[in-house]
Each structure stands twice: as structure tokens, then as C-alpha cells.
């Protein structure tokens, strides 16, 4: 797909917390290997336990992350268990980019969807054939994830000095 197909969204694309701080011309270059996916309202995009097969943007829509009540290996949860909700700009699928494991948890749209996909090999290729590239979209994608921990971990504390009460 030619990246002109991105053109409606190419400032959801540029703030996206994978894309931030590329060129225009790097982008451009990315969005070339990128598909446009439209998905309906209820469909599950990726599922817990099951390989993860890219990075996902959400251009338009909103989706909800959730572990199943039947989840991996036969493990089961009394009920399904709602993690967040997500809307345009943000991105998902970048866990199973970094590490290879299978996916944390389940997606599904909560109204029709867009999303822009970056498969997980043209995904490699991008990083691998531009340092400069590979550098800034890996740093970002560190920057979230730690600040991503870095709020869990004052949820945490504040679960636990409100049980220390």
C-alpha cells in the first residue's frame, strides 16, 4: 500500500508514540510497508496467549484490552477482566515486536475500526535497515514502556500505602 493512503492521518501517525520525532521522509518510507485494516465493531484483533503479529496504530475507533475468562493453557478466570481502553493514536502489538512472546492480552474493537499495520517482519526490516531510524523508533517505544511502568508502579504504591492504613 502507498503511504498516500495514510495521507487523512498522517498527524495520528507522526504524534503516535512509535512514530514521534521521524522525519517526513521516514515516515513516508514506513507507511509504505504499512496496511490500512478496517475492522468491525466487536471483533477480537488479537488474542491472549496466541503469537502477536505486529504493530497496530488506532487511527479511528476505540479499543478495549482485556484478558479473557478463558485464557492460555487452560487457565480460566472467574470473569473477563478489563485492562484499558484505547483510541486513535495509540498503538498496540509492540510487547510480542520486542520479545517475541505470544500476546499479553486480548483486543477488541468497541466500534468500527481503523488501524494502521505494520507487520512484524516489515517491521524488522524498517529497524534493522536504518540505524538512525531503528534508534529512534526503539527509543521511543523504550520512553513508553518505562513511563508505562512508572505509573503501574505508583499504582502500586498507592494500593499498598492505602492497605498499610
Do not use: H, W
Amino acid at each position: 500500500m502507498t503511504g498516500a493512503a495514510f495521507d487523512p492521518y498522517r498527524e495520528v501517525l507522526a504524534a503516535s508514540v512509535v512514530f514521534e520525532r521521524l522525519a517526513p521522509v521516514d515516515l513516508d518510507a514506513i507507511l509504505a510497508r504499512c496496511r490500512l485494516l478496517d475492522v468491525p465493531a466487536g471483533e477480537v484483533v488479537v488474542s491472549e496467549g496466541l503469537p502477536a503479529d505486529g504493530l497496530y496504530v488506532i487511527l479511528e475507533g476505540r479499543v478495549e484490552f482485556f484478558l479473557p475468562k478463558q485464557g492460555p493453557g487452560g487457565l480460566r478466570r472467574a470473569s473477563p477482566v478489563r485492562l484499558n481502553v484505547l483510541g486513535p493514536g495509540r498503538c498496540f502489538g509492540e510487547y510480542g515486536l520486542l520479545d517475541d512472546k505470544p500476546s499479553s492480552a486480548s483486543a477488541q474493537t468497541l466500534m468500527p475500526a481503523r488501524f494502521c499495520f505494520l507487520p512484524r517482519q516489515d517491521f524488522r526490516r524498517v529497524t534493522e535497515q536504518n540505524d538512525r531510524v531503528g534508534k529512534l523508533i526503539y527509543g521511543n517505544l523504550l520512553q513508553f514502556l518505562v513511563s508505562r511502568l512508572r505509573c503501574k508502579d505508583q499504582e502500586l504504591d498507592v494500593f499498598v500505602l492505602a492497605d498499610d492504613r
